[in-house]
């Protein structure tokens, strides 16, 4: 079993940033992603690491932006996001992923899910 705890939303205005935390707690995991969902829409991808590697990716509409970092130590994984808009706004889940290379940017590629956190940016 894994665990994990998000922390770190809120709301803020265009143009600010947010720092989301991830506590993972359990088995050990080969990637971790975070995920968000706006109202009326679909889960989407939004960055993904490998977790032993550090090797990071990103949705296009992130990149720049957008930055997904861990501490193995604490097995803590972090968001940092910069330039925040009002598209943006969308609660926000962290995943883990137990299989080798598992496919990081689909929701199926995940065993493990926290609870999500708010993320609203106002213009």
């Known amino acids: 079993q894994v665990q994990l705890v998000e922390s770190g939303g809120g709301l803020v205005q265009a143009g600010d940033s947010l720092r989301l935390s991830c506590a993972a707690s359990?088995?050990?995991?080969?990637?971790m992603g975070w995920f968000r969902q706006a109202p009326g829409k679909d889960r989407e991808f939004v960055a993904g690491?490998?977790?032993?590697?550090?090797?990071?990716y990103y949705v296009d509409s992130v990149k720049g932006r957008f930055t997904i970092s861990r501490d193995n130590a604490d097995k803590i994984l972090y968001l940092q996001m910069n330039s925040l808009q009002p598209e943006d706004t969308a609660v926000y889940y962290c995943?883990?992923?137990?299989?080798?290379?598992?496919?990081?940017?689909?929701?199926?590629?995940?065993?493990?899910w926290g609870q999500g956190t708010q993320v609203t940016i106002s213009s």
């Open positions: 690491i490998r977790w032993n590697v550090g090797q990071a």
């Open positions: 995943a883990a992923a137990m299989r080798p290379w598992a496919p990081l940017g689909r929701l199926s590629g995940y065993d493990y």
């Open positions: 359990g088995r050990t995991f080969s990637t």
